[in-house]
């Protein structure tokens, strides 16, 4: 597939730059774009490309780039106090913050314990819960479950409740090992079943496990409605309603990944209140700084917080990083919810969705398509499975016919997903489906040829 010869930029930075979950060769093939600048939907690279953001940078992305409201809290947060520890010290971005996430909780999750990236939010729910149960005086619970195709992150801890077959295949040695149950992927559905039905499948397999081994489990950890990095599996919420009754029943904690699913994205502000139910522990970030900084959090009920509260230090929770609850971050995130707030987001993305939809409405016609499905904002589908067969780059050469159609689209596998950013007009979101209709045209119908890298 023809691209434009990289860029000084861009060879300067293949020679030094090592880039994340990326095999380094592809890159003669396809280089990386040099973005210069931001602006809304909008991202423009050094060559003055001009192509819309539909992934929202990796799911982070809520309300656009550069986006005034928030950088302009930021450069007055930035004048009064740019970072310090949290550690016996303590400033309003965070209190506000915290305060602010309990009340969105109904005050069920009501402290909040803080990182700075996704994989280490995770780590401290895992931590939490099993230190939980050793003030308990349960130590044998030490183990954990988590869902088929389930993505959690990439340290060693997040990686253990990880099904990526390639990521567990490398690093699996170094890794605990989990409980993997059947996912509720309602992909999964036999004839005639619905997708509640797939649920209740996945929920019998739950409660087996729990019923013979839940003396040595810890937590139980899922990503609630879709599990996205898992190829944006969708499930009923009814799956969710049933493993917190489940969890309650054997004493197992619940933690609610909500990195990529909270913040919005499925319609509600956390994707566990379709299911009517709170976890133990609800981990956020990717979206809450509104892909401004690096932020994560783990929420957690009183419940928890109140075991650890006690004299001896060793009863604490051992765990900090060095930008734990950075200011200008929970700045960023504090913005974030303003405008949740003055801008009713979660209404106005009521429409959106429905906008979403119809700009993919071709989609749902077409044969070499299958498994449409949507979950507020997002929408994903696959390619048919006789059509896959015969494009084994599809990924790689989508992507490169999206940006041809001025759209940054990053497939994963053979499915096509978008999880755009909460600000797109309907004409965005019709330019976007109409430019993604073209481009699965262009790369179905020349990348047969196209030969490995
Ligand atoms: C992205 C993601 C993580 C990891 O977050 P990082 O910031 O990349 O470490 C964990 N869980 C889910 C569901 C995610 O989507």
């Known amino acids: 597939m023809p691209s434009s010869p990289p860029s000084s930029w861009v060879k300067r930075s293949l020679s ?30 050094d060559q003055g490309l001009v192509f819309m953001d539909c992934i929202s940078s990796w799911w982070t992305n809520l309300f656009g780039h550069a986006n005034p409201r928030i950088n302009s809290a930021i450069k007055n947060q930035l004048d009064r106090i740019e970072h310090v520890m949290l550690a016996g010290l303590t400033h309003p971005p965070v209190i506000e913050l915290s305060e602010k996430l309990s009340s969105l909780t109904g005050h069920q999750l009501g402290h909040a314990f803080y990182a700075s990236d996704g994989a280490s939010a995770v780590e401290i729910a895992l931590k939490m819960s099993h230190h939980f149960w050793r003030i308990a005086g349960k130590t044998q619970k030490r183990r954990f479950v988590c869902l088929k195709g389930s993505y959690h992150g990439e340290t060693l801890g997040a990686l253990s409740v990880t099904d990526v077959p390639l990521f567990r295949e490398a690093y699996g040695e170094l890794l605990s090992k989990p409980y993997i149950v059947m996912s509720p992927d309602a992909r999964q559905a036999k004839d005639g079943e619905s997708a509640q039905d797939v649920a209740l499948r996945a929920v019998k397999e739950l409660e087996h496990l729990f019923h013979n081994e839940a003396h040595q489990i810890s937590a139980f950890i899922i990503e609630p409605l879709v599990q996205c990095a898992g190829q944006m599996a969708m499930h009923s919420h009814l799956y969710l309603k049933r493993a917190r009754a489940l969890c309650d029943q054997y004493q197992v904690h619940l933690i609610c990944d909500e990195i990529a699913v909270g913040c919005g994205r ?58 734990t609850g950075n200011p200008l971050a929970c700045t960023a995130a504090n913005a974030c919810l303003s405008i949740f707030e003055e801008d009713k987001v979660l209404l106005n993305n009521q429409s959106r969705s429905q ?62 997903y978008v999880m755009p950013p909460y600000i797109l007009e309907a004409e965005q979101m019709e330019f976007m489906g109409q430019g993604v209709a073209q481009a699965l045209h262009q790369t179905l119908s020349s990348s047969k040829s196209s030969t490995a890298p």
């Not at 809450?288 to 959090?297: C, D, E, K, M, N």
């Not at 016609?365 to 979950?375: A, L, P, V, Y």
């Open 355 to 416: 906008q979403l939809n119809t700009a993919f409405a071709w989609a749902k016609e077409d044969t070499r398509i299958e498994n449409f499905r949507q979950t507020g904002m997002i929408l994903a589908f696959d390619l048919a499975h006789k059509v896959a067969k015969d494009h084994p780059f599809f990924a790689r050469d989508m992507f490169q016919q999206c940006l041809n159609q001025k759209l940054l689209i990053r497939p994963i596998g053979h499915t096509v």
């Open 266 to 323: 499925t319609g509600t502000f956390f994707a566990s209140e379709q299911a009517g139910v709170w976890p133990d522990f609800l981990t956020l970030s990717k979206g809450i700084s509104g892909g401004y900084l690096p932020l994560s959090l783990s929420l957690t009920t009183d419940t928890i917080y109140q075991a650890f509260y006690a004299d001896t230090m060793a009863q604490g929770f051992l765990h900090s990083h060095s930008y």
């Open 16 to 45: 030094s730059v090592w880039h994340p979950c990326t095999q380094m060769k592809q890159h003669e093939q396809v280089p990386p774009l040099c973005v210069v600048k931001g602006e809304g939907a909008w991202l423009t690279d």
